[in-house]
């Protein structure tokens, strides 16, 4: 069995935060890669899909009032 690397990405935001699946690569450099061109000055950053649960927070004072993306991968057995 070998392994694939999950490409993952999400919000947090000051009430929880999300995850998501972007698909899937072969090799941990490609999940680097990816993550890398994600979390570059103009990169084609994630959009969260129209059910996320938290798209804007109502709180007058929130540090987080937008949402932060994060980017990552995780190792799934084949």
Known sequence: MGKRYELIYGYLHCIG???YSAGFVA???EARAWVERQEAPGGGRMKPPREDPIR???VSYCPLKVQQP?????VCEE
């Open 70 to 74: 994060w980017f990552s991968w995780r």
């Open 17 to 19: 935060r999300t995850t």
């Open 27 to 29: 090799t941990e450099d």
């Open 56 to 58: 804007r927070c109502g």
